[in-house]
């Protein structure tokens, strides 16, 4: 592996370093204060919209997607470290280049499995950056770590699908953008194969028979700049049967195929942060004396910085690898680094942030520094895209079936 990045990616980084230096940094106080201000907290701060036409102007936009057709046309060992910048500001920087999750996700669907029609409906809308998207999949009353438990069930009558069941943790549906839902149920609940009982199907928000219930919370936060998380409950919507994506009992390789680059994005963007949280760390510690002499200077607080960098650096490598692996192989063919990052990533950042948090003292858990609400959303992080405890089975159980 040539540990250099290429000269594609090389001006890309220049280029969005420069914009969240001129733009992102500076906005995030802007957003916090025009957002007090708005009507509903699920809009957008007038400068979020800046930093998209910005964005655009200057070529940074739909870096994520691969199919050039669509995207940027990238590797993802060349996106991942434009993840990771963009990682260091992560409720304003993935939305103000289009790169946020769930759209991310979704388009992905769209661009692989959709037909025409699905593109040219909801997929070019998504990558102009005109309308939001959400994907329910997670559901309150089973263990959705178990992506087979769901029990959303999509049944068929004549040239219809008709949805019904419950989804919570619906990221980006409480956006006033978010127009379409990608719902996975099953389609053949008492089917054989249980990896082939479940369906995706795209379900407009207007829908009747759709209610968006309420905004759930992660530690108190409501992640407005991502359109927030929310309990959904489809009560007997009726669709085209066209609106199916790909083919009955194909939701669950679908899913698959969605998390696979969506967990190296999350990790990528993890490493952002634990970026920002060492930057905040070494300037806290430099500004701020405690017994006689700076923070800097005790003990403690080097082993903590000292040990974050080591952490980061490790991380980084492994993740890169995994991206390189994914290009060179594919995905299944990464799939025990990809678990690797998945249960590394977040765990280790969560690690470093509450160092961070710590040596900030009660300024680290308030609102005037972004510590706090990074350590929501990297926590959460150990559940979404499957519990850690999940991929750990799953690559013990590989390793194990070496010796076998």
């Not at 957002?35 to 930093?51: D, G």
């Not at 049944?155 to 989804?167: A, F, Q």
């Not at 299944?332 to 509450?354: C, F, M, N, S, Y």
């Amino acid at each position: 592996m040539d540990f250099a990045f290429d000269a594609r990616t090389e001006e890309l980084r220049a280029r969005l370093l420069a914009f969240m230096d001129e733009h992102v940094y500076p906005a995030e106080q802007v957003a916090h204060e025009q957002r007090a201000r708005l009507s509903s907290p699920w809009e957008n701060p007038p400068v979020v919209e800046e930093l998209k036409a910005q964005a655009r102007r200057q070529g940074l936009w739909n870096l994520f997607l691969p199919d050039a057709e669509y995207g940027a046309g990238l590797t993802n060992l060349q996106y991942a470290p434009l993840a990771e910048i963009t990682g260091r500001s992560p409720q304003l920087a993935p939305t103000a280049t289009n790169c946020a999750a769930p759209d991310t996700g979704n388009m992905e669907v769209l661009a692989q499995f959709g037909d025409e029609r699905q593109k040219k409906q909801w997929l070019e809308p998504l990558l102009a950056g005109e309308i939001r998207s959400a994907f329910a999949m997670t559901e309150p009353d089973v263990a959705s770590s178990d992506a087979t438990n769901i029990t959303t069930h999509i049944r068929r009558e004549g040239d219809e699908y008709v949805i019904s069941g419950r989804k919570w943790y619906i990221s980006g549906a409480m956006h006033p953008d978010c127009k379409i839902f990608i719902v996975m149920g099953k389609t053949d609940p008492d089917g054989p194969d249980i990896r082939r009982q479940q369906s995706m199907v795209l379900v407009p928000r207007d829908t009747p028979g759709v209610t968006v219930e309420r905004a759930m919370q992660v530690f108190g936060y409501e992640d407005h700049y991502h359109g927030g998380h929310a309990e959904v409950v489809f009560d007997e919507a009726r669709v085209p049967v066209s609106n199916l994506i790909g083919e009955e009992g194909g939701g669950f390789a679908i899913a698959q195929a969605r998390l696979g680059p969506g967990r190296i994005h999350h990790c990528m963007r993890l490493i952002g942060m634990a970026e920002r949280a060492i930057e905040l760390m070494c300037r806290r510690a430099v500004s701020r004396e405690a017994f006689g002499k700076a923070l800097a200077q005790q003990g403690v607080v080097q082993n903590w910085i000292a040990d974050a960098r080591v952490a980061v650096e490790q991380l980084r490598l492994l993740v890169l690898k995994t991206a390189w692996m994914m290009d060179t192989v594919g995905n299944r063919g990464a799939h025990t680094e990809i678990q690797a990052i998945k249960i590394a990533t977040p765990r280790t950042v969560v690690g470093i942030l509450d160092r961070a948090i710590q040596l900030h003292g009660a300024g680290g858990v308030s609102q005037d520094f972004p510590l706090a609400e990074l350590y929501a959303g990297a926590r959460t992080l150990m559940l979404a895209d499957g519990p850690d405890e999940v991929h750990q089975r799953s690559l013990a159980r590989r390793e194990i079936k070496k010796y076998l």
